[in-house]
């Protein structure tokens, strides 16, 4: 192997690098893909944290915009809970 590698013309490694590059950015892409279509680039997130007993910490527009994201944030689980349960009686169904 060392005497393969030392058998190439100068310059390889550049298309070796060249090449890793490649991968690290169709990776990225693929995770940014993901990303956005879970959701997990939603602005309003770090409203979840918080709960009633907070009010006093936020000022009341801010209390209100977290009551508003959690309630989408409860409705948003219900769904994909309920999606889940029926993909999952679907396929035990099907194994039927």
């Known amino acids: 192997m060392k005497e393969y590698i030392q058998s190439l013309p100068d310059g390889w490694t550049i298309y070796?690098?060249?090449?890793?590059?490649?991968a690290i950015l169709?990776?990225?892409?693929?995770l940014l893909r993901w990303g956005f279509?879970?959701?997990?680039f939603d602005e309003d997130i770090?409203?979840?944290v918080f709960d009633d007993d907070d009010a006093d910490k936020m000022s009341e527009?801010?209390?209100?915009?977290?009551?508003?994201?959690?309630?989408?944030q409860e409705k948003?689980?219900?769904d994909v809970?309920?999606?889940r349960a029926e993909m999952k009686q679907k396929q035990h169904n099907e194994k039927r």
Do not use: C, D, P, T
């Open 16 to 22: 070796l690098w060249m090449v890793a590059a490649a």
């Open 46 to 48: 770090k409203y979840v």
């Open 26 to 30: 169709i990776g990225a892409a693929f």
């Open 81 to 83: 809970l309920k999606k």
């Open 76 to 78: 948003l689980r219900e």
């Open 37 to 40: 279509k879970n959701n997990q």
């Open 61 to 72: 527009e801010e209390f209100k915009k977290s009551q508003e994201v959690r309630a989408a």
